[in-house]
Every structure is written in C-alpha cells, then in structure tokens.
T-cell receptor, first 112, second 119 residues
Framework: SQTIHQWPATLVQPVGSPLSLECTVEGTSNPNLYWYRQAAGRGLQLLFYSVGIGQISSEVPQNLSASRPQDRQFILSSKKLLLSDSGFYLC???????????FGPGTRLTVT | AQKVTQAQTEISVVEKEDVTLDCVYETRDTTYYLFWYKQPPSGELVFLIRRNSFDEQNEISGRYSWNFQKSTSSFNFTITASQVVDSAVYFCALSEGLNYGGSQGNLIFGKGTKLSVKP
C-alpha cells in the first residue's frame, strides 16, 4: 500500500531564516505531487505541483520554491521566511489528474 | 471560473442526529470530479469520496451518503446518526478535466464546514 511521509511535524523558525520541508511517497511510481498551505481560517491553497522529476509548476507567486529531485520526493524551500509564511503545509500525491489526492500528516510552521 | 462554496461555516449537532453538509460548485468544464475530505483535529486530510461528473448516481457508505445533482451544481454530504468521532472540518473539492489545459488534477477546495457532534 502507498504511504506518504512529511517532516518535520512542527517547526518554529525566525523571520529571514531558510526553510526546507520534505515529503516522500512509498508504494507507487511516478505520482503527481502537490504542496498546499492551510492558513488560519481553514482554506487550502495549492502552492506547487509536479508531474515528474524536475517538473514543477507554481500556482501562486511567493518566496517559496519547490523541487523534485527524485520520483517520490518533493521538497518545499525558502531562502528567507516571512511572517506570512506561517501555516500548515500539506503534501499530497495522486495517480493523475482524474484521481483523488492522498495527503500527508502535514507540517505546522510558525515564523516568529 | 471554477469555485466551490460551502455556505455552512459551522454546524453543531447532538449525537445520533442526521446532518447534511452542503456543497455548491461552479465549473466551465463538462468533465470534472468532485471530492469530499475530512480533516480531524490532528490535521491530516482524509479522502472520503470521488464522484465523476458523468455519474450522477448517489452513493452510500455506511452512515455516509452523498447526493450529486448536476442540475443544481450541488454535491451534498449527509451523515446519518452522527457520532462524536464525526467531529471534524469537512471539505468539498473540485478538479476540472484537462480540457482547459494542464490543471493536472489540481483541487479547488471550499472553505470547509466545521462539524461538532456533542454527546
């Protein structure tokens, strides 16, 4: 069966510091991968998606970036965090556009 | 433009009551997919159901049932005989087909409905 891992689970970082969140999927090949952010108020916002190694599409302009160095690894990064980057970050995978997405446990990021 | 509206921000019921969560969507595509997710206090989103636009058959899974009506662009979710463990935020989501280029299954979420089931 497929599983999705995210780490760390929680993170407190000062403004201006770098960020690296990692997501890995097991049990499937060539999945679509997604990063979402959920800010206070519960709405989920798609940040990035990837359909293959090295292929990243950005949905919203921001100081975040994503990379997919391996088939089942998806990394969310920032060179300098802003207060507005605080939120709950969720990674997800799917078999393709017509299929449901399965979410990881999430990373709760607080920028101070 | 695509949009998902969950007009009910919060609902509170007493255990064993039935409750219906509303979802209205907008899409320009003729092929699309609708989803419901549950987010318990732990935070992880749990997939509940996927429905294709060409399949209007309602679905029942245990105490859960879903009513899909294309005529009113609605995909409502009913929990029968609610239980305390049903307390969570429930999200309705839309994924358009690929007719408009490269959406790759990106989900458009509603803002969610927080359901509280009291004992």
């Amino acid at each position: 069966s497929q599983t999705i891992h995210q780490w760390p689970a929680t993170l407190v970082q000062p403004v201006g510091s770098p960020l690296s969140l990692e997501c890995t999927v097991e049990g499937t090949s060539n999945p679509n991968l997604y990063w979402y952010r959920q800010a206070a108020g519960r709405g989920l916002q798609l940040l990035f998606y990837s359909v293959g190694i090295g292929q990243i599409s950005s949905e919203v302009p921001q100081n975040l970036s994503a990379s997919r160095p391996q088939d089942r690894q998806f990394i969310l990064s920032s060179k300098k965090l802003l207060l507005s980057d605080s939120g709950f970050y969720l990674c997800a995978w799917s078999l393709g556009g017509a299929f449901e997405q399965y979410f990881g446990p999430g990373t709760r990021l607080t920028v101070t | 433009a695509q949009k998902v509206t969950q007009a009910q921000t919060e609902i509170s019921v007493v255990e064993k009551e039935d409750v219906t969560l509303d979802c209205v969507y907008e899409t320009r595509d003729t092929t699309y997919y609708l989803f419901w997710y549950k987010q318990p206090p732990s935070g992880e989103l749990v997939f509940l159901i996927r429905r294709n636009s060409f399949d209007e058959q309602n679905e029942i899974s245990g105490r859960y049932s879903w009513n899909f009506q294309k005529s009113t662009s609605s995909f409502n979710f009913t929990i029968t005989a609610s239980q305390v463990v049903d307390s969570a935020v429930y999200f309705c989501a839309l994924s358009e087909g690929l007719n408009y280029g490269g959406s790759q299954g990106n989900l458009i979420f509603g803002k969610g409905t927080k359901l509280s089931v009291k004992p």
